[in-house]
Protein backbone atom coordinates (compact mmCIF):
# COMPACT_ATOMS: atom_id res chain seq x y z
CA UNK A 1 0.00 0.00 0.00
CA UNK A 2 1.01 3.65 -0.50
CA UNK A 3 1.85 6.00 2.03
CA UNK A 4 -0.95 8.42 0.48
CA UNK A 5 -4.03 6.77 0.76
CA UNK A 6 -6.78 8.28 2.34
CA UNK A 7 -8.72 6.36 5.45
CA UNK A 8 -10.99 8.69 6.52
CA UNK A 9 -13.10 8.67 9.55
CA UNK A 10 -12.16 4.87 10.55
CA UNK A 11 -14.16 3.41 7.59
CA UNK A 12 -12.80 0.82 5.57
CA UNK A 13 -12.17 2.44 1.82
CA UNK A 14 -9.41 3.73 -0.36
CA UNK A 15 -9.64 7.18 -0.98
CA UNK A 16 -7.03 8.19 -3.26
CA UNK A 17 -6.00 11.85 -4.28
CA UNK A 18 -7.48 12.53 -7.24
CA UNK A 19 -6.46 15.34 -9.48
CA UNK A 20 -8.86 14.88 -12.42
CA UNK A 21 -9.88 18.53 -14.10
CA UNK A 22 -13.72 17.19 -14.06
CA UNK A 23 -15.70 15.48 -12.78
CA UNK A 24 -13.56 15.84 -9.96
CA UNK A 25 -13.12 14.99 -6.20
CA UNK A 26 -16.23 15.52 -4.25
CA UNK A 27 -15.21 16.22 -0.24
CA UNK A 28 -15.20 12.72 1.62
CA UNK A 29 -18.05 14.35 4.47
CA UNK A 30 -19.94 14.82 1.40
CA UNK A 31 -20.24 11.18 -0.37
CA UNK A 32 -20.25 10.05 3.25
CA UNK A 33 -23.24 11.93 3.89
CA UNK A 34 -25.11 10.84 0.90
CA UNK A 35 -24.29 7.24 1.01
CA UNK A 36 -25.87 7.75 4.73
CA UNK A 37 -29.17 8.91 3.89
CA UNK A 38 -29.26 7.19 0.17
CA UNK A 39 -31.89 4.63 1.01
CA UNK A 40 -34.04 6.53 3.59
CA UNK A 41 -33.85 9.87 3.08
CA UNK A 42 -34.79 11.84 6.26
CA UNK A 43 -37.32 8.95 7.13
CA UNK A 44 -39.19 9.00 3.82
CA UNK A 45 -38.39 5.20 3.06
CA UNK A 46 -36.92 6.10 -0.33
CA UNK A 47 -33.70 7.73 -1.98
CA UNK A 48 -34.18 11.56 -2.69
CA UNK A 49 -33.14 10.77 -6.29
CA UNK A 50 -36.60 8.31 -6.43
CA UNK A 51 -38.89 11.17 -5.15
CA UNK A 52 -41.43 13.81 -7.11
CA UNK A 53 -39.62 17.37 -7.58
CA UNK A 54 -42.51 19.13 -6.47
CA UNK A 55 -42.84 17.59 -3.10
CA UNK A 56 -41.63 18.42 0.40
CA UNK A 57 -38.44 16.71 0.70
CA UNK A 58 -37.06 17.50 -2.15
CA UNK A 59 -38.65 21.33 -2.26
CA UNK A 60 -35.99 22.01 1.37
CA UNK A 61 -33.32 20.64 -0.70
CA UNK A 62 -34.22 22.48 -3.46
CA UNK A 63 -34.61 25.65 -1.77
CA UNK A 64 -31.58 25.77 0.37
CA UNK A 65 -29.11 24.81 -2.21
CA UNK A 66 -30.40 28.06 -3.80
CA UNK A 67 -30.17 29.95 -0.23
CA UNK A 68 -26.70 28.39 -0.06
CA UNK A 69 -25.54 30.33 -3.16
CA UNK A 70 -26.85 33.51 -2.23
CA UNK A 71 -25.12 33.20 1.03
CA UNK A 72 -21.85 32.10 -0.55
CA UNK A 73 -22.08 34.34 -3.04
CA UNK A 74 -23.48 37.37 -1.67
CA UNK A 75 -25.91 37.51 -4.08
CA UNK A 76 -27.68 40.71 -4.70
CA UNK A 77 -31.76 40.62 -4.99
CA UNK A 78 -31.83 41.66 -8.11
CA UNK A 79 -30.13 38.48 -9.78
CA UNK A 80 -31.65 35.18 -10.10
CA UNK A 81 -29.73 31.90 -9.36
CA UNK A 82 -30.55 29.04 -11.55
CA UNK A 83 -30.11 25.39 -11.80
CA UNK A 84 -29.99 24.37 -15.65
CA UNK A 85 -29.10 21.31 -17.86
CA UNK A 86 -27.33 20.72 -20.45
CA UNK A 87 -23.30 22.35 -19.16
CA UNK A 88 -21.51 25.02 -18.94
CA UNK A 89 -21.45 24.08 -23.21
CA UNK A 90 -25.03 24.56 -23.36
CA UNK A 91 -24.99 28.13 -21.97
CA UNK A 92 -22.32 29.30 -25.04
CA UNK A 93 -25.26 28.96 -27.26
CA UNK A 94 -27.91 30.39 -24.91
CA UNK A 95 -26.01 33.34 -24.01
CA UNK A 96 -26.04 34.91 -27.35
CA UNK A 97 -29.71 33.37 -28.24
CA UNK A 98 -31.10 35.82 -24.86
CA UNK A 99 -28.83 38.30 -24.47
CA UNK A 100 -27.63 39.52 -27.83
CA UNK A 101 -30.32 41.19 -29.87
CA UNK A 102 -30.88 41.11 -33.59
CA UNK A 103 -28.14 42.79 -35.17
CA UNK A 104 -26.36 43.61 -32.27
CA UNK A 105 -22.05 42.60 -31.91
CA UNK A 106 -21.60 40.70 -28.49
CA UNK A 107 -17.33 41.26 -27.38
CA UNK A 108 -15.57 38.24 -26.44
CA UNK A 109 -12.06 37.55 -24.85
CA UNK A 110 -10.51 34.77 -26.49
CA UNK A 111 -7.77 33.38 -24.01
CA UNK A 112 -7.67 29.65 -24.09
CA UNK A 113 -9.74 25.94 -25.71
CA UNK A 114 -13.05 27.35 -23.45
CA UNK A 115 -13.52 30.56 -24.93
CA UNK A 116 -12.29 29.45 -28.17
CA UNK A 117 -15.59 27.04 -27.83
CA UNK A 118 -18.22 30.02 -26.33
CA UNK A 119 -17.06 32.22 -29.39
CA UNK A 120 -17.19 29.21 -32.18
CA UNK A 121 -21.28 29.01 -30.69
CA UNK A 122 -21.64 32.61 -30.42
CA UNK A 123 -20.81 33.06 -34.34
CA UNK A 124 -23.44 30.84 -35.24
CA UNK A 125 -25.86 33.22 -34.53
CA UNK A 126 -24.86 36.48 -35.10
CA UNK A 127 -21.79 38.96 -34.95
CA UNK A 128 -19.25 38.45 -32.07
CA UNK A 129 -15.88 40.97 -31.88
CA UNK A 130 -13.03 39.22 -30.54
CA UNK A 131 -12.35 42.28 -27.80
CA UNK A 132 -8.24 40.66 -27.34
CA UNK A 133 -7.08 37.75 -28.28
CA UNK A 134 -4.14 35.73 -26.24
CA UNK A 135 -5.88 32.41 -26.92
CA UNK A 136 -3.20 30.71 -28.30
CA UNK A 137 0.07 32.28 -26.59
CA UNK A 138 2.43 30.12 -24.56
CA UNK A 139 2.78 30.90 -22.06
CA UNK A 140 -0.66 31.15 -21.14
CA UNK A 141 -2.03 33.98 -19.76
CA UNK A 142 -4.99 36.42 -19.76
CA UNK A 143 -5.94 39.18 -21.36
CA UNK A 144 -4.94 43.11 -19.48
CA UNK A 145 -8.06 45.59 -19.47
CA UNK A 146 -5.23 47.58 -21.80
CA UNK A 147 -5.56 45.23 -24.90
CA UNK A 148 -9.39 44.91 -24.78
CA UNK A 149 -11.02 46.26 -28.12
CA UNK A 150 -14.51 46.84 -26.95
CA UNK A 151 -17.47 47.37 -28.80
CA UNK A 152 -19.83 50.50 -28.23
CA UNK A 153 -23.00 49.46 -27.37
CA UNK A 154 -21.93 45.53 -26.92
CA UNK A 155 -24.85 43.37 -26.13
CA UNK A 156 -22.14 42.00 -23.46
CA UNK A 157 -18.57 41.26 -22.74
CA UNK A 158 -17.59 37.34 -22.73
CA UNK A 159 -14.89 36.05 -20.66
CA UNK A 160 -13.51 32.80 -19.21
CA UNK A 161 -12.02 33.14 -15.57
CA UNK A 162 -10.13 30.19 -15.56
CA UNK A 163 -8.96 28.49 -18.64
CA UNK A 164 -9.10 24.94 -17.25
CA UNK A 165 -7.06 23.31 -19.96
CA UNK A 166 -4.26 25.77 -20.03
CA UNK A 167 -3.81 26.77 -15.99
CA UNK A 168 -4.55 30.63 -16.77
CA UNK A 169 -6.97 32.20 -14.63
CA UNK A 170 -8.52 35.61 -14.81
CA UNK A 171 -6.80 37.98 -11.48
CA UNK A 172 -8.58 41.39 -12.16
CA UNK A 173 -11.55 41.39 -14.28
CA UNK A 174 -12.33 43.31 -17.27
CA UNK A 175 -14.16 46.00 -17.43
CA UNK A 176 -16.70 47.39 -19.59
CA UNK A 177 -19.83 49.37 -20.35
CA UNK A 178 -21.42 46.29 -21.78
CA UNK A 179 -22.66 43.33 -18.95
CA UNK A 180 -19.96 40.99 -18.14
CA UNK A 181 -21.26 37.40 -18.82
CA UNK A 182 -18.03 35.27 -17.63
CA UNK A 183 -17.46 31.55 -17.76
CA UNK A 184 -16.85 29.77 -13.99
CA UNK A 185 -17.00 26.22 -14.77
CA UNK A 186 -13.56 25.79 -12.70
CA UNK A 187 -13.16 28.05 -10.22
CA UNK A 188 -16.63 28.65 -9.19
CA UNK A 189 -16.56 29.01 -5.51
CA UNK A 190 -13.08 29.00 -5.12
CA UNK A 191 -12.45 32.89 -4.12
CA UNK A 192 -14.49 35.71 -3.18
CA UNK A 193 -16.50 37.85 -6.03
CA UNK A 194 -18.34 40.61 -6.21
CA UNK A 195 -21.52 39.74 -8.29
CA UNK A 196 -22.31 42.96 -8.94
CA UNK A 197 -19.78 43.19 -11.48
CA UNK A 198 -21.36 40.50 -13.52
CA UNK A 199 -24.15 40.82 -15.57
CA UNK A 200 -24.00 36.86 -15.57
CA UNK A 201 -21.67 34.29 -14.68
CA UNK A 202 -22.38 29.83 -15.01
CA UNK A 203 -20.78 26.96 -14.46
CA UNK A 204 -20.97 23.24 -15.23
CA UNK A 205 -20.77 21.95 -11.45
CA UNK A 206 -18.73 18.90 -12.23
CA UNK A 207 -15.52 20.89 -11.45
CA UNK A 208 -15.93 23.10 -7.92
CA UNK A 209 -18.99 22.34 -7.45
CA UNK A 210 -20.75 18.77 -7.39
CA UNK A 211 -21.65 15.96 -9.86
CA UNK A 212 -22.10 16.73 -13.77
CA UNK A 213 -25.56 17.41 -14.52
CA UNK A 214 -26.44 20.79 -12.92
CA UNK A 215 -25.71 24.20 -14.40
CA UNK A 216 -25.73 27.03 -12.05
CA UNK A 217 -26.56 30.42 -13.74
CA UNK A 218 -26.40 33.74 -11.75
CA UNK A 219 -28.12 36.22 -13.85
CA UNK A 220 -29.48 40.04 -13.17
CA UNK A 221 -33.05 39.36 -13.58
CA UNK A 222 -33.01 42.80 -16.13
CA UNK A 223 -30.96 40.73 -19.13
CA UNK A 224 -33.00 38.02 -18.70
CA UNK A 225 -36.15 40.41 -19.88
CA UNK A 226 -34.23 40.82 -23.49
CA UNK A 227 -35.21 37.72 -24.87
CA UNK A 228 -36.77 37.66 -27.86
CA UNK A 229 -39.68 35.83 -28.42
CA UNK A 230 -38.38 33.44 -31.04
CA UNK A 231 -36.64 32.00 -28.18
CA UNK A 232 -38.10 28.01 -27.01
CA UNK A 233 -39.10 28.75 -23.58
CA UNK A 234 -36.94 25.87 -22.35
CA UNK A 235 -33.87 27.77 -23.36
CA UNK A 236 -35.29 31.12 -22.17
CA UNK A 237 -34.01 32.37 -18.61
CA UNK A 238 -36.93 34.25 -18.24
CA UNK A 239 -38.57 30.94 -18.36
CA UNK A 240 -36.58 29.30 -15.15
CA UNK A 241 -36.51 32.42 -13.38
CA UNK A 242 -40.37 32.72 -13.49
CA UNK A 243 -40.37 28.98 -12.35
CA UNK A 244 -37.77 29.27 -9.89
CA UNK A 245 -35.76 26.59 -11.55
CA UNK A 246 -39.01 24.02 -12.01
CA UNK A 247 -40.16 24.55 -15.34
CA UNK A 248 -39.16 20.69 -15.54
CA UNK A 249 -37.73 18.52 -14.06
CA UNK A 250 -34.57 19.40 -12.30
CA UNK A 251 -31.64 16.95 -12.03
CA UNK A 252 -32.47 16.04 -8.32
CA UNK A 253 -29.70 14.21 -7.38
CA UNK A 254 -27.29 16.95 -8.37
CA UNK A 255 -28.88 19.62 -6.86
CA UNK A 256 -29.29 17.38 -3.70
CA UNK A 257 -25.40 17.41 -4.04
CA UNK A 258 -24.87 20.75 -4.48
CA UNK A 259 -26.70 21.57 -1.20
CA UNK A 260 -24.41 19.44 0.42
CA UNK A 261 -21.23 21.05 -0.77
CA UNK A 262 -22.65 24.11 -0.09
CA UNK A 263 -23.69 23.03 3.62
CA UNK A 264 -20.31 21.66 3.38
CA UNK A 265 -18.58 24.68 2.33
CA UNK A 266 -20.63 26.68 5.06
CA UNK A 267 -19.61 25.04 7.89
CA UNK A 268 -15.28 25.38 6.31
CA UNK A 269 -15.86 28.95 6.36
CA UNK A 270 -17.07 30.12 3.04
CA UNK A 271 -15.48 31.57 0.75
CA UNK A 272 -12.91 33.31 2.35
CA UNK A 273 -11.30 30.44 4.13
CA UNK A 274 -11.63 28.74 0.48
CA UNK A 275 -9.59 31.17 -0.90
CA UNK A 276 -7.15 31.52 2.06
CA UNK A 277 -6.68 27.24 1.48
CA UNK A 278 -6.81 27.76 -2.50
CA UNK A 279 -3.38 30.31 -2.26
CA UNK A 280 -2.06 28.43 0.15
CA UNK A 281 -2.13 25.00 -2.25
CA UNK A 282 -1.76 26.47 -5.07
CA UNK A 283 1.40 28.91 -3.53
CA UNK A 284 2.91 25.70 -2.25
CA UNK A 285 2.81 23.90 -5.32
CA UNK A 286 4.17 26.77 -7.63
CA UNK A 287 6.86 27.36 -4.96
CA UNK A 288 8.17 23.62 -5.61
CA UNK A 289 7.96 24.13 -9.37
CA UNK A 290 9.67 26.79 -9.12
CA UNK A 291 12.43 26.18 -6.97
CA UNK A 292 13.46 23.39 -9.50
CA UNK A 293 14.90 23.22 -12.39
CA UNK A 294 13.44 20.38 -13.38
CA UNK A 295 9.90 21.34 -13.51
CA UNK A 296 8.11 24.17 -15.51
CA UNK A 297 5.21 26.06 -15.06
CA UNK A 298 3.16 26.57 -18.15
CA UNK A 299 1.08 29.65 -17.67
CA UNK A 300 2.22 33.31 -17.09
CA UNK A 301 3.25 33.78 -13.22
CA UNK A 302 0.76 36.76 -12.71
CA UNK A 303 -1.96 34.48 -14.42
CA UNK A 304 -1.16 31.12 -12.91
CA UNK A 305 -4.48 29.36 -11.63
CA UNK A 306 -5.23 28.25 -8.21
CA UNK A 307 -7.42 25.35 -9.30
CA UNK A 308 -5.27 24.15 -12.00
CA UNK A 309 -1.66 24.09 -11.89
CA UNK A 310 -0.23 23.15 -15.24
CA UNK A 311 3.38 21.97 -15.65
CA UNK A 312 6.02 20.39 -17.69
CA UNK A 313 8.86 17.83 -17.35
CA UNK A 314 11.95 18.12 -19.49
CA UNK A 315 11.21 15.44 -21.95
CA UNK A 316 7.58 13.80 -22.67
CA UNK A 317 8.92 10.67 -21.88
CA UNK A 318 9.97 12.08 -18.35
CA UNK A 319 5.98 13.20 -17.90
CA UNK A 320 4.58 9.79 -18.78
CA UNK A 321 6.97 7.76 -16.52
CA UNK A 322 5.97 10.48 -13.57
CA UNK A 323 1.95 10.10 -14.53
CA UNK A 324 2.31 6.28 -14.21
CA UNK A 325 4.06 6.39 -10.90
CA UNK A 326 2.08 8.56 -9.33
CA UNK A 327 -0.61 6.96 -10.69
CA UNK A 328 0.72 4.02 -8.90
CA UNK A 329 1.21 6.04 -5.62
CA UNK A 330 -2.75 6.54 -5.06
CA UNK A 331 -2.34 10.35 -6.93
CA UNK A 332 -4.54 9.76 -10.06
CA UNK A 333 -5.63 12.25 -13.10
CA UNK A 334 -2.58 13.97 -13.52
CA UNK A 335 -2.35 14.22 -16.85
CA UNK A 336 -2.55 17.39 -18.68
CA UNK A 337 -4.83 17.95 -21.56
CA UNK A 338 -4.66 15.90 -24.44
CA UNK A 339 -4.60 19.26 -26.67
CA UNK A 340 -1.33 20.38 -24.16
CA UNK A 341 0.20 17.65 -22.79
CA UNK A 342 2.01 18.10 -19.81
CA UNK A 343 0.89 17.48 -16.46
CA UNK A 344 -2.08 19.56 -14.77
CA UNK A 345 -2.97 18.87 -11.00
CA UNK A 346 -6.40 20.42 -10.56
CA UNK A 347 -6.73 21.06 -7.26
CA UNK A 348 -10.41 22.70 -6.28
CA UNK A 349 -12.08 23.28 -2.96
CA UNK A 350 -12.40 19.24 -2.02
CA UNK A 351 -9.10 18.68 -2.58
CA UNK A 352 -7.67 18.14 1.21
CA UNK A 353 -4.12 20.23 1.70
CA UNK A 354 -2.94 17.00 2.89
CA UNK A 355 -3.32 16.32 -0.77
CA UNK A 356 -0.97 19.08 -2.57
CA UNK A 357 1.23 18.15 0.42
CA UNK A 358 1.31 13.94 -1.16
CA UNK A 359 1.69 15.29 -4.43
CA UNK A 360 4.56 17.94 -3.57
CA UNK A 361 6.81 14.96 -1.63
CA UNK A 362 6.36 12.91 -4.64
CA UNK A 363 7.42 15.56 -7.16
CA UNK A 364 10.67 15.94 -5.16
CA UNK A 365 11.03 11.89 -4.85
CA UNK A 366 11.12 11.61 -8.83
CA UNK A 367 13.41 14.77 -9.11
CA UNK A 368 15.89 12.94 -6.97
CA UNK A 369 15.33 9.64 -8.88
CA UNK A 370 15.38 11.26 -12.27
CA UNK A 371 17.32 14.71 -13.18
C1 LIG B 1 -15.47 21.94 -18.29
C2 LIG B 1 -15.66 23.31 -18.79
C3 LIG B 1 -16.69 23.64 -19.67
C4 LIG B 1 -17.61 22.60 -20.26
O1 LIG B 1 -18.50 22.14 -19.33
P1 LIG B 1 -19.61 21.04 -19.72
O2 LIG B 1 -20.39 20.97 -18.45
O3 LIG B 1 -18.89 19.79 -20.07
O4 LIG B 1 -20.40 21.56 -20.85
C5 LIG B 1 -16.83 24.95 -20.07
N1 LIG B 1 -16.01 25.91 -19.60
C6 LIG B 1 -15.01 25.64 -18.74
C7 LIG B 1 -14.13 26.74 -18.26
C8 LIG B 1 -14.80 24.33 -18.31
O5 LIG B 1 -13.80 24.06 -17.46
Redesign the pocket.
Known sequence: MTPYITKPKGIFMNRIYNFS??PATLPTDVLLEAQSELLDYQGSGMSIMEMSHRGKYYDAVHQEALANFRELLEVPEEYAILFLQG????QFSQIPMNLRGEGQVADYINAGA?SK?AIKEAKILGEVNIAADCGSEIPTRQATQEELNLTPGAAYLHC?S???ISGAQIKEFPKSDAPLVC?M??DILSRRLKISDFGMIYA?A??NLGP?GV?LVIIRKDLAERVSDKVPEMLRYSTHIANDSLFNTPPTFGIYLLCLVTRWLKQHGGLEAMEALNDRKSGKLYAAIDASDFYSGTAVKEFRSTMNVTYRLPTEELEKKFIAEATAKGLDGLKGHRSVGGIRASIYNAMPEAGVDALIAFMQEFEAANA
Do not use: I
Open positions: AGGATTWKCNETDSSGQKAT
